[in-house]
Nanobody
Framework: QLQLVESGGGLVQPGGSLRLSCLASGTTSGDFGIGWFRQAPGQEREAVSFISSIDDSTYYSDSVKGRFTISRDKGKKTVYLQMSSLKAEDTGVYYC????????????????????????WGQGTLVTTSP
């Protein structure tokens, strides 16, 4: 029912910025969040940020807090991840995802991901930070 298409990845220098976009099609009910995971080569997929559909409250992982900002445009059904002060360790494939708020909270608190617990995933977009 719900489909996500993301864009905005690319190559940037350290200290640079990128904005990722996640366009949602379809509909979902209940309390849910849309956000981003990232996966570096050989590493686990980790939650980066999400935003609540209820009150626009946000979550950021410690590694990106203060540098990334998540927001949404309700009219365009699009969620954005503004990434600033990029570091080499930010490099990876970024996936947007949509799922129940309980799933997001469980994922970030336990530090483990059940991919099937989320309702939809974007196709992924590559972010590379390199001089």
């Amino acid at each position: 029912q719900l489909q996500l298409v993301e864009s905005g990845g690319g190559l940037v220098q350290p200290g640079g910025s990128l904005r990722l976009s996640c366009l949602a099609s379809g509909t979902t009910s209940g309390d849910f969040g849309i956000g981003w995971f990232r996966q570096a080569p050989g590493q686990e997929r980790e939650a980066v940020s999400f935003i609540s559909s209820i009150d626009d409250s946000t979550y950021y992982s410690d590694s990106v807090k203060g540098r990334f900002t998540i927001s949404r445009d309700k009219g365009k059904k699009t969620v954005y991840l503004q990434m600033s002060s990029l570091k080499a360790e930010d490099t990876g494939v970024y996936y947007c995802a949509a799922g129940p708020l309980a799933t997001w909270i469980n994922t970030v608190m336990l530090g483990k991901l059940d991919i099937s617990a989320f309702d939809a995933w974007g196709q992924g977009t590559l972010v590379t930070t390199s001089p």
